[in-house]
């Protein structure tokens, strides 16, 4: 991965959590949301996002085995919790129960934030970040 791709510092008792969250609600996949801060510019080398709180979200989806919508209501709560704690929206994750840990084709239509899509591999454990609809692969760094 180059010094230029964006990062996301992702504190590994949140890691943890994701994880958490991705194998309660196996076979579906889970949905939930990051809250933290931009650490610099993202499209500059060494900027990207600091990750501090994890917000687990409801699957909604008519197909839950194999796509994800967040219930409005959850993810509505979570966005006003981070707004409270100062924090923004600094990713989402969801989680591909059989894998592979790389977005859809669904997943790059649906993106709608310009933030980091996290997808948890259950069968691998594998879990990487996107930016989307682009495609361009984030850097996840543990951080304590």
Same mark, same amino acid.
């Given at each position: 991965?180059?010094?230029?791709?964006?990062?996301?510092?992702?504190?590994?008792?949140?890691?943890?959590?994701?994880?958490?969250?991705?194998?309660?609600?196996?076979?579906?996949?889970?949905?939930?949301?990051?809250?933290?801060?931009?650490?610099?510019?993202?499209?500059?080398?060494?900027?990207?996002?600091?990750?501090?709180?994890?917000?687990?979200?409801?699957?909604?989806?008519?197909?839950? #085995?194999?796509?994800?919508?967040?219930?409005?209501?959850? !993810?509505?709560?979570? =966005?006003? &919790?981070?707004?409270?704690? @100062?924090?923004?929206?600094?990713?989402?994750?969801?989680?591909?129960?059989?894998?592979?840990?790389?977005?859809?084709?669904?997943? #790059?239509?649906?993106?709608?934030?310009?933030?980091?899509? !996290?997808?948890?591999? =259950?069968? &691998?454990?594998?879990?990487? @970040?996107?930016?989307?609809?682009?495609?361009?692969?984030?850097?996840?760094?543990?951080?304590?």
């Amino acid at each position: 991965m180059s010094d230029a791709a964006p990062r996301l510092l992702l504190p590994r008792r949140l890691e943890t959590q994701l994880w958490q969250h991705a194998r309660r609600d196996a076979p579906q996949e889970c949905v939930g949301v990051l809250g933290g801060w931009q650490v610099g510019d993202w499209s500059v080398a060494g900027g990207g996002w600091q990750a501090s709180r994890l917000y687990p979200l409801v699957n909604r989806a008519a197909h839950p #085995q194999r796509e994800y919508l967040a219930e409005a209501a959850g !993810l509505l709560r979570a =966005l006003k &919790s981070m707004r409270a704690e @100062a924090l923004e929206l600094v990713a989402i994750y969801h989680s591909h129960p059989h894998g592979p840990a790389h977005f859809s084709l669904t997943d #790059q239509q649906q993106a709608a934030y310009d933030v980091p899509y !996290l997808i948890a591999d =259950l069968f &691998s454990g594998h879990l990487s @970040a996107y930016l989307l609809p682009e495609g361009v692969e984030c850097e996840l760094r543990p951080d304590e």
